[in-house]
């Protein structure tokens, strides 16, 4: 059993910047493929960012060059940076564990049935 929590959200000017942080208990998560998904109001959850246990990255397209992914397995955490931020990042952002460590190797990383736990959410609102 994997415990999420997630920290970091907040508002923002456009083009500011935030750093989310998803604190993990109840068993080690350097061994599995991490996630960052993000949900707008009236939107689907879509992923945005996998990290897998050897520190492969993959992002989204819309995010590609603004956001970044990381782990720090001392902390049993992953973070995600965001610059440049835009209006239209506003969402509710989530932190996701797989049940394997190699899903960012996948098409399937960006679907939230491929994860086993997830955390309660973060809001980050950008105001233009």
């Known amino acids: 059993q994997v415990r999420l929590v997630e920290s970091g959200g907040g508002s923002v000017q456009a083009g500011g910047s935030l750093s989310l942080s998803c604190a993990a208990s109840g068993n080690a998560v350097s061994r599995y493929s991490m996630a960052w998904f993000r949900q707008a109001p009236g939107k689907e959850r879509e992923g945005v960012a996998v990290?897998?246990?050897?520190?492969?990255?993959t992002y989204a397209d819309s995010v590609k060059g603004q956001f970044t992914i990381s782990r720090e397995n001392y902390k049993n955490a992953v973070n995600l940076q965001m610059i440049s931020l835009k209006p239209e990042d506003t969402a509710i952002y989530y932190c996701a564990c797989a049940g394997r460590s190699d899903l960012g190797r996948m098409i399937l990383w960006r679907y939230r049935n491929a994860y086993v736990y997830w955390g309660q959410g973060t809001q980050v609102t950008v105001s233009s």
């Open positions: 990290i897998d246990s050897d520190g492969r990255t």
